[in-house]
């Protein structure tokens, strides 16, 4: 089992940025799959980038180029960098370790890009 704890949430205003991080602990890090997603009211949830245990990245069509997913295994941590943030980013972010079948999400973080 894996424990995540996402931070770094806030309310930011159209075309700023913010940066997310989740902390993992409980297991071994560097060998889980991580992902971030989200999901608004009354929408499903969808994965918003992910980045394999040997660094490749992948992202939602939304978000490309503006966000940016890492990892830093010694610190068991991943983070979303997120740049020109619109209003329909809006959502609550969640932090996502996957390795075969198994999954374990955060508890997530409430970005809101208002004016």
């Known amino acids: 089992q894996v424990q995540l704890v996402e931070s770094g949430g806030d309310l930011v205003q159209p075309g700023g940025s913010l940066r997310l991080s989740c902390a993992a602990s409980?297991?071994?890090?560097?060998?889980?799959?991580m992902a971030w997603y989200r999901q608004a009211p009354g929408k499903q949830r969808e994965l918003v980038a992910a980045?394999?245990?040997?660094?490749?990245?992948n992202y939602a069509d939304s978000v490309k180029g503006r966000f940016t997913i890492s990892r830093d295994n010694a610190k068991n941590t991943v983070y979303l960098q997120m740049n020109s943030l619109r209003p329909e980013d809006t959502a609550v972010y969640y932090c996502n370790a996957n390795r075969r079948f198994y999954d374990a999400w955060g508890q997530g973080t409430q970005v809101t890009v208002s004016s």
């Open positions: 409980g297991s071994v890090f560097s060998i889980y799959a």
């Open positions: 980045i394999t245990s040997d660094g490749s990245t």
